[in-house]
Every structure is written in C-alpha cells, then in structure tokens.
C-alpha cells in the first residue's frame, strides 16, 4: 500500500476557520427552544355571569324542589332519628353531612332564586368572606356539573345493599312497622315505646324521609345532568351564533361592550357579521409612510386593476 497515495473514502479535513465556527455554534437544544410556549390566555368560553337564560329555568324550578325535599328530609331525618335513637345523635348527625353537602351547593347553584338569595348571601358574608368577589362575579349553573355529580353519586352509593345505606335503613323500617316484634330485642335502645302510637309515627316519618331524601338526590342529579348538557348546548350556539346577554362569549353582544374594542369579532358587531376588519392606527401610519392608501383588512370583492384587452 502506497501511503504517499491520499485515500478516497476518508473524510476531508475541514478548514481551521470552519472548525472553529462549529465549536462556536450553540446546542441544538438550548435553554430557550426547551421552552414551552404557552397561550395568549384563551382558554375557552368565559364562564357564565348572570342569572340563569330562560331556556334553563324548567330545569332549574324542578332542581329547586329536589334541594327543598331534601332540607325537609335532612330536618325530619334528624328529628326523628334523635327521638328513635337518643344514644345515637353523633350517627344520625354523621348520616346527614353528604346531604348537607348536597343543600349548600344546592344554594350556590340557586343563588339567584328569591327561596335562596338570602341564604346565599349570609353564607357569603359569613363563613366565605374571603371568596365572596369570585363567587358573586360567576352565575350559579356554573355548579351545575359538581351538584349532578355529587347528587348521582351520592344517590348511587344510597342505592347499594350494604348496611347503614338509605336502601337498607328503608327496607328496615317498612320491615318492622310491618312486624314490630322484630324491633323487641334486647340490643335496641329505643327511644319510645315499641308498639306505641307516637313510636310508629315516628318510624314512618323517619322512613319516609329517608326515602324522599334518596329520591330527591337520584331526580335532581337527573335534571341537574339534563341542564348540564343543555348548558354546554347553549354556549357553543351563543359562541357560533353570536348569542346576546351575559351568556354571549366575550360579552360583545347585548352586553354593552364597546364594538371596536379587542374583543368585538370582525365587522365591529355581536352578530357574527360579514364585514371587513378595519386596520389598525399602526398599520394605517405605515401604509401612510409607504405612500400607500389605507385599506381594511380582509377579502373584498371587485377590487384591484385588470389589464383591458385589445387596448
């Protein structure tokens, strides 16, 4: 092997001053293109402000009377439970807190109906004072999602044969008004009488709230699930429609937003209009500069110069 003769498949070496331009170049992946970037803040639709559109009132009157049935039965539940049972009030208290969760944010969902308005304004000012601008800033069916799915929850683990669920403490009432020789044992500590007239009144109001408070949680997950879906129906009309109100997103439309503003859509109106975008003072100073006329922009139709034939 001649080794004056220079090898064909060997690399060429590079110039110095290219070698030293290489080292010189930064990593492909360096701190800043590592970074992600993130949005403008457009996150989606607003939330809702405002009292609920009149398309959701049928289902907002049906979740009042499940949140009313279910402070009746929370009330009629302890009551009774108390005078049955006067050894257990820590459990019956303990029975009533899901359902105690249920009612306030039943109310934070209602904070708009007259039954309620007062009721939420002293939880406000009281105990959430800290919150009270973010919550009063939002509309209430903005807790639509968590009242059904905490109402079905709760309602579904009610419906499990298990001991000390709804189901079961229903079961055990109608079973010993219907026998009452069941309840003569030694183990239980009644309150009353067995057999009495007051003890069997008590033991059905006590059954039958506990069957109301149950029913009351299944229907207004039910119409709180329905209002959910027509909500999210109602948003994305009003966002493709241009909706007016409160509910409209970004609130150009019948909101008394001002149309030039940075949220009004092109055209300068809430209605979704075809017009064109009116450029900006920058652009219209540069257009100025460049000695050329300001125009808006956008497609427009029957514009520019043609070349006329045979002239």
Known sequence: LDVGVENPLAP?????????????????????????????GDMGPPPPVGPPPPELMPRMRKIKVSLVMMILSIVAKLVTGIVLFPKNVFGQISNCLSMVLLVIIGIWLLKDDPLFAGVYRCIVTTCCGSCSDQCNSQSGVTCLCTWFFCCMLSGVFGLIPLAGSDLMIVIAGISLLADPG???????????????????????????????????????????????????????AGGLMGGGGDWAQGGSAGGGADPNGPSAPPGGGGGGGGGARQPSLQQQQQQSAAGQAPRPEGFQAFQGQGQRLGG
């Not at 070496?13 to 992946?29: Q, S, T």
């Not at 057999?195 to 039958?208: G, K």
């Open 182 to 236: 069941k309840a003569e044992t030694p183990d239980q500590h009644w309150g009353l009488e067995v057999r009495s007239t007051a003890w069997v009144v008590v033991l059905s109001l006590f059954t039958a709230a506990t069957l109301i408070g149950l029913l009351s949680e299944i229907v207004g997950g039910w119409q709180g699930f329905k209002g959910f879906s027509e909500l999210a129906e109602l948003q994305t």
């Open 12 to 40: 060429a070496p590079l110039p110095f001053g290219r070698v030293r331009a290489l080292r010189a170049r930064p990593p492909l992946l360096s701190q800043a293109s590592m970074v992600i970037p993130m949005g403008a």
